[in-house]
Structures are given as C-alpha cells and as structure tokens.
C-alpha cells in the first residue's frame, strides 16, 4: 500500500492505493523524471505563447499605449518613469531659457531698472530651477514670472496642462501596476499532488486548494481546462484544444467558501475526457490540465485570479486507480 499526504496539513490522508496490478504508484516517479515536456503554463502562471507574423503588432500596442505601460517589467516602467520626467523637465526648462535668450534677459538680469520675464533666471541652471519650482508648487519667492511676458504666460498655461498630463498618466500607471491582485494569488495554495480514486461509488480525480490568509475570497469560482492536441473528423488538426472539465458546475460545486482547505472533484464518467485513456495511452498522451481560481479580494474588491503552482496533470488510467504526481 503506498499513501501520499496533502501539503495542507497532517490530517488530511490522499488516496490510498495498491501499489500491485499495473503498478502506477511505482512507475510515477519514474515517468515524471524521464519526461519534460514544454508548458502551455508554467508554474508562475505564465503562458508561454509568442506571437509572431501577425502585422502591424507595434502599432497596436502604441494604440493602447497605458494597457502596454501596466503590462511591462517594473524595471522597464521605472526607466520610462524617470525618462519621461527627465526629457520634460529639460524640455521645459530649455523654453524657459530660450524666451530669456530671445528678450536678452540673460544679459540685464542684474540690471534693478530692467523687468525681464522671469526674475533672477540669467542662466540654463537658474530656468531649470524656475520651471521645478513652478511645476512642484514649491515657490521659494525669488524667482517668479513678471506681467511684462505675454509669451511667458502662455508658456506657464502650457506649462500646466503638459505637467497634469504627465502626472496623470503616469502616476496613473504606477498606482495600477502597484494595486494589481496578482500578488494576493500567491497565497492562494493548491496541493502538490493529484489523485485519482473512488469517492462515492465514483471514480474522481481530486485536488485540494486553500486560502492562507484570513480575509475572504468573494465569490470564488474554480475552473479546469484540458489542454490537448486532437483531430476532428474531417481531418482538421487542432494542436491546443481546450475541453472543460466538470468541476461542480452543474451542482454548482465550483462555487466556493473557501475558509479552509477544499478539495476539488472530477468525476470521470462517460461525459470525461478521461474515460477512455488506458494505461499504454496514459504514458504515451501529451495533455495539460490548467486550473484556474478566480475570485474578488475582500480586503480591495479587486478581481483575482490563480493558477496552482504545477498546472498539468499527470494522471493515472481510470480503469486502475493510480496515483499520479503533478507533472
């Protein structure tokens, strides 16, 4: 008899097996060293799909050009962060400077007879000073803006809106990316091992997933997809089709209160894609099963959703009972 145990806690005891017949709970270990397959879905919960010879992809993406900001590396959006307020800064501080240039402020900006647009700017470093002061509402008082510029008062309002623009879009941007839920996933755990066995007079394959923080997941729902290459009758080869896995959605059992640790069930009956696969095909057939949580955080209301961290399967044949570790 072989016993494998849950990683939520001692007193939950997985499927019991013989390990004598067919000898599953034996060869599982070896079947899962001896083939690495490539994931649709790593166990990060990245897809590893790449798109290629589509046409006009960049311009697509600069079309929804905040969707692509959230979307990238922290380390991308910081750059583009300082880059962007850097490249402004310099840009204004140089209109600045060059409205002095043309008046010839820079020249008689020590002159107390003369009223040049912006007091005390006689320099690139004095402008650029100048436009941080006004644009960060600090005013320290000793440079400032005369009523004999109308070109500088434009230039102020022009000042205004692109600095809104600026701050809108971009902080905008990084208070999304740092309010994403996806690190409220992480504590959302699934258990390290699948089984297949009889529960209720059925055979069902079953996993277990639990909450490891005290606030709620409202309105949680759980969904299985298998992922597997197949042909359709007319002869058409279909490479990643997806076929959903009932989990509870006609009882609605896929709908969760997940305080403590539950465990999801499959039932594989005539209706299973499971039904059919012997043991010869088991160890032959290439498929994945994703497990998807998803939810609203209670603490936020922001929707969450989770993959466990190993999502394919590596299944027993239903007509043995095996046991089976996730690939």
Not at 97 to 120: E, M, Q, S
């Amino acid at each position: 008899m072989s016993a494998l145990r849950k990683k939520f806690g001692d007193d939950y005891q997985v499927v019991t097996t013989s390990s004598s017949g067919s000898g599953f709970g034996n060869q599982a270990p070896a079947a899962e060293k001896k083939r690495k397959r490539q994931r649709f879905v790593d166990k990060n919960g990245r897809c590893n799909v790449q798109h290629g010879n589509l046409g006009g992809e960049t311009s697509r993406y600069l079309s929804d050009l905040f969707t692509t900001l959230v979307d990238l590396k922290w380390r991308w959006n910081l750059f583009i962060f300082i880059l962007t307020y850097t490249v402004a800064w310099l840009f204004m501080a140089s209109m600045w400077w060059f409205i002095a240039y043309i008046r010839g402020d820079l020249n008689k900006a020590h002159n107390d007879k003369y009223t040049p647009c912006v007091a005390n700017v006689y320099n690139f470093p004095s402008a650029f000073l100048f436009f941080i002061e006004t644009e960060a509402t600090i005013g320290y008082g000793y440079r400032y803006i005369t009523d004999k510029c109308p070109e500088g008062i434009i230039l102020f309002l022009f000042q205004s809106i692109l600095g809104s623009i600026v701050d809108a879009f971009l902080i905008g941007c990084m208070f999304i990316k740092m309010s994403q839920p996806k690190k409220r996933a992480e504590t959302l755990m699934f258990s390290e091992h699948a089984a297949i066995s009889m529960r209720d007079g059925k055979l069902t394959l079953m996993f277990r997933v639990g909450n490891l923080r005290n606030s709620h997941m409202v309105s949680a729902q759980i969904r299985c997809k298998l992922l597997k290459s197949r042909q359709t009758p007319e002869g058409e080869f279909l490479p990643l089709d997806q076929l959903e896995l009932d989990v509870g959605f006609s009882t609605g059992a896929d709908q969760l209160f997940l305080v403590s640790p539950l465990t999801i069930c499959h039932v594989i009956d005539t209706k299973s894609p499971f039904y059919d696969l012997s043991q010869r095909s088991m160890q032959t057939e290439q498929f994945e099963i994703v497990v998807i949580l998803e939810g609203i955080v209670e603490t936020t209301g922001e929707y969450a959703q989770s993959s466990p961290p190993a999502a394919v399967f590596a299944l027993a044949c239903p007509k043995c009972c095996g046991t089976y570790l996730w690939r």
